[in-house]
């Protein structure tokens, strides 16, 4: 059994997604239910779909002095960086610890590949084309290099990705990075943008739903893909101790199929279970879950009767994908802070396109908005391949 940690202080945190570009258009978006979904009118060829894209990022071009690291990943990153005063944010990180001290941990599901797609499209004479022949923004670790080089962090970097759970067990290491010693603080986050890999990868599972995703609904399709950038500055309690906390994560591996769960959640049971014992709670202290809910057929009826088996009818439980659709490796983060402004609005999100509720879910979900105190959230994150990670999160004074 995993032993209890320190909780970590949550200095800042962000996020941009189809609902916006950082947490007030979130907040708003969630009080007025309005979703972020529309028609796919990516690509050239669109997949017939619905989508959750992020406006603006073409008209968005990075700032000259990293003009190496252009493309519409990287782009994307830079829109989330410069919300709610996030670098000034890292930047007094730096001036506090020392540019090599602050970690940096990042999760993608498919990086830069866009560009990587377009280089390919665009062959001349079987080379890349002149303006995508940058080594750098074709490897995984694209994204993670360019965030090192835009906020002028020295300290370790590391990219995890482990499909949708990338960008919650960027929580984890970086909790473990500052436990031991080897930094002081760590930004941490995820950023993945549309692409015809994703597009077309999960519509070839038969995964991508025609409408609008509807999780936990009876009569769900599958899922919307969507693209978002979330990151979060993490330090030792002692150092903001007015601030939201990382109280405890939990991490597991179903090791049962590629793309689909254990039929039991066996995983996320595990996963779930560790975040509770990190954080030292019992389920019953629970006061909202923000659920995987991709709306596909078997994901949302194990993790629904997952949520049935373990809390009471008290803990509340909604899916927040019908507002941004999945953004994959971007999802943990963007969930994370879903969580917090739960815990810092007391607005518990209703669980958008759930109109006809499966039958498997339990009096615990929030079919709409709710009002009330939220002093503990969790967050979870199940992915491709059986990665699983739920993260745990509470007021200051939790």
Not at 8 to 17: G, I
Not at 19 to 41: I, K, M, Q, Y
Not at 155 to 163: C, D, E, F, I
Not at 325 to 351: D, K, Q, R, S
């Amino acid at each position: 059994m995993p032993e209890p940690i320190s909780p970590l202080a949550v200095r800042a945190y962000t996020a941009t997604s189809a609902l916006g570009r950082g947490l007030g258009d979130h907040l708003r978006a969630v009080e007025s239910a309005r979703s972020g979904l529309r028609p796919n009118d990516f690509g050239d060829a669109p997949l017939a779909c619905w989508i959750g894209r992020v406006p603006g990022v073409e008209d968005s071009p990075l700032p000259a002095h990293l003009a190496s690291w252009e493309c519409r990943n990287n782009r994307l990153a830079w829109l989330g960086l410069n919300q709610d005063a996030f670098v000034d944010r890292v930047r007094e990180a730096i001036h506090r610890y020392g540019a090599d001290r602050v970690a940096l941990v990042l999760g993608t599901s498919t990086a830069s590949i866009g560009a990587t797609e377009e280089a390919y499209r665009r062959l001349e004479d079987g080379r890349f084309p002149a303006d995508l022949a940058r080594p750098g923004v074709h490897m995984p670790h694209s994204l993670t290099a360019f965030v090192a080089e835009a906020l002028d962090l020295h300290g370790p970097a590391l990219t995890v990705s482990t499909a949708c759970s990338s960008s919650a067990k960027v929580f984890a290491c970086a909790e473990r990075m500052i436990r031991l010693g080897v930094a002081d603080a760590a930004v941490v986050g995820g950023v993945d943008t549309l692409c015809g890999s994703v597009l077309f990868g999960f519509n070839s599972l038969e995964l991508v739903s025609p409408e609008p995703c509807r999780p936990f609904d009876r009569t769900r399709r599958g899922l919307s893909l969507g693209e978002a950038a979330g990151f979060a500055l993490l330090e030792r309690v002692e150092a903001a101790p007015a601030v939201p906390r990382l109280l405890g994560y939990g991490e597991s591996s179903d090791a049962h199929h590629m793309s689909t769960p254990h039929p039991e959640g066996l995983g996320a049971d595990m996963a779930l279970r560790d975040a509770l014992q990190r954080a030292g709670l019992d389920a019953d202290q629970v006061d909202y879950i923000n659920l995987h809910g991709t709306a596909s057929l078997k994901n949302d009826e194990v993790e629904a009767t997952l949520i049935g088996r373990v809390f009471p009818a008290r803990t509340r439980a909604s899916s927040t994908k019908g507002y941004t659709g999945h953004t994959l490796g971007a999802a943990g983060i963007v969930e994370a802070a879903f969580a917090l402004l739960a815990i810092e609005h007391g607005l518990v999100p209703g669980n958008l396109g759930g109109d006809q509720p499966d039958p498997v879910c339990g009096p615990q979900f929030a079919w709409h908005n709710e009002r009330r105190d939220v002093h503990i959230a969790l967050s979870n994150s199940f992915g491709f391949g059986g990665n699983n990670a739920c993260l745990a999160f509470g007021e200051a004074a939790a």
